[in-house]
């Protein structure tokens, strides 16, 4: 359909500048050692979270090809940005990761048809931007790059099953399911928004 390729260019256009985020050191310590620490790290930060479940959901509704892309280009642009993190450091920006979150829910509520290429494309930007800053936290913290690894591997992981399930999917009614899952994550992306604002000073 017509709409489709405006659709691709707006869901990169809104994407794109909205995945980089603040610093802000927050790596777990399981007492297990550097790898597990980076295998639960995910579960242990929201921002992150709720941008792979978006973003693993909308190439599983788009069919098998792109939820196979996604499930390689995520963890090897998140490794490839932790690696960027630690050699360049921390950066800072005004805009919220709740934009991105609430940009991919959005998607996700919509079954928005978007070519494998740009899911791809916003998969990357999600791994080398927010891999980028767990980089510069395992730097400033001098941890090992087995946190890393770790966290890599817990993306995999979490890629390959939860994608896995969704392209299985058939019946309407689950497909209608995983859509009132994404209009959750972009709901729960509008308060940390309005979180992130407020912490910002920025006020209506």
Not at 75 to 85: K, Q
């Amino acid at each position: 359909m017509r709409w489709r390729r405006p659709l691709s260019v707006a869901a990169v256009v809104v994407l794109a500048p909205v995945l980089a985020r603040p610093a802000d050191a927050h790596l777990t310590g399981t007492g297990l050692g550097p790898f597990y620490d980076g295998l639960v790290h995910l579960f242990f930060a929201p921002e992150d979270l709720l941008q792979v479940v978006g973003i693993t959901l909308l190439a599983g509704l788009g069919g098998a090809r792109p939820a196979r892309a996604v499930l390689f280009a995520l963890p090897a642009a998140w490794l490839a940005g932790t690696v960027a993190g630690v050699l360049v450091g921390p950066h800072t920006t005004v805009l919220a990761p709740a934009a991105a979150v609430t940009a991919l829910g959005g998607l996700v509520a919509a079954d928005a048809s978007l070519p494998a290429w740009t899911i791809t494309g916003v998969a990357i930007a999600i791994g080398v931007l927010d891999g980028g800053q767990n980089g510069a936290e395992l730097a400033g913290a001098h941890a090992s790059m087995l946190v890393a690894v770790g966290a890599v591997c817990a993306l995999f992981a979490t890629v390959s099953l939860l994608g896995g399930q969704v392209v299985s999917v058939r019946a309407p009614w689950a497909r209608i399911a995983v859509r009132v899952g994404g209009s959750w994550i972009s709901a729960i992306g509008l308060l940390m928004l309005g979180w992130s604002l407020r912490g910002n000073g920025i006020t209506t």
